[in-house]
Each structure stands twice: as C-alpha cells, then as structure tokens.
C-alpha cells in the first residue's frame, strides 16, 4: 500500500517540529530554577514547553493514525461483472456431468423446450408432449416431425445410463437448437 500525505499534513508537522524547537530554545534559558541538591530525571530536566510539544506531537501522530485508519463515505460496493447466460449453462453442465445426471440434463432441456414452444404456439406451459405434437402437425407440419423426434430421443436418453448415448445426446441438444432457429426464421 503506497502512502499518500497531503500537503496540508506536512504544513501541520513543520508547525509542530517549529513549536518544539522554540520550546527547547527557551528551556536552555531557563535552567537556573533547577534545584541543585537533587538529581532530577530526564523528564524533570525538560522544560513545560517541550513537554507541551511532545504531547502536541504525540496527539497529532494519534490524530492521524486515526484519520487514515477511517473512512470517511460510505464503502463503495464491488461490482462483479456481468456473466453471460453461456457462463451459467456451461458450469451446469460441467457441474451435472461430474454427478452423472445426465437423465436430470435431458429432463430439464425437454421441459424447457417443451414450454418455449407451447408459449410461442399460445398454449399453456403445462400442455402434454402429445397434444403439442398435434397442434404442430396442424400448423406447422414441416417441424413437426422433428419435434416429435426430439420428444422420442429424450424419453430414450433419460432412462438410458449408458455412456455411448452421450454423442447422442449432444447431436439431440443440436437438434433443438435447429428447430429454434427455424422456428424463429419461420416466425
């Protein structure tokens, strides 16, 4: 940590430096009231000027030390930068793929996929796999087929633990992303 005095500080230090000069100066005038017959310490050989400097001093360096250690405003709150939807997807996945929940993987997408489209055909999200189908085949024949197809393959992939069925599951998640895209072309 770089530490940054202003100039107003150093105004008030050399005015304290100067305050004990002077009352040392006139200590050294003054030392004729000192009694002979003792021997006085340190501190009682020091004059009443300095030792008023010294606890000038002593309350400035206090003063600062208490000032720096302060804050002044209120704390400005860290920002943390905007993640992208990619970011949370991505650490799910990373996330489900080590616990082996790949049947929740392709639930999860199913439904998801399942509630887009009905929303986009204004159906309740609630609407069956089948009744979906349905309507599609009467509105939109030409996908259809390919929704169907990806209601299929996910039945099929959530109850299936083997681990060849992963390539599989990443060609139907590429299947999805295409009827969305279509879907959105045709729209």
Not at 94 to 105: H, N, P, V
Request: aromatic share 10%; net charge positive.
């Amino acid at each position: 940590m770089k530490f940054k005095v202003s100039n107003d500080l150093w105004i008030v230090v050399a005015l304290f430096l100067f305050t004990l000069v002077i009352a040392y100066v006139s200590s050294l005038q003054s030392a004729e009231c000192l009694d002979p017959t003792q021997k006085p310490g340190i501190w009682e050989l020091t004059a009443w000027p300095i030792k008023v400097a010294l606890f000038q001093l002593l309350a400035a360096f206090g003063l600062l030390a208490f000032t720096l250690s302060r804050r002044f405003i209120n704390p400005v709150p860290f920002v943390e930068p905007s993640r992208t939807q990619g970011e949370y997807v991505a650490s799910m996945a990373q996330l489900l793929q080590k616990a082996e929940k790949r049947s929740l993987i392709v639930q999860t997408l199913s439904q998801q996929f399942r509630q887009e489209l009905a929303r986009k055909m204004g159906l309740p999200p609630a609407t069956s796999q089948e009744e979906l189908v349905k309507v599609l085949k009467i509105h939109h024949p030409t996908i259809a087929s390919r929704v169907e197809n990806i209601f299929t393959q996910a039945d099929v992939f959530q109850y299936s633990g083997k681990e060849r069925d992963v390539i599989g599951m990443i060609r139907w998640g590429r299947e999805i992303a295409a009827v969305r895209q279509e879907w959105r072309r045709g729209r």
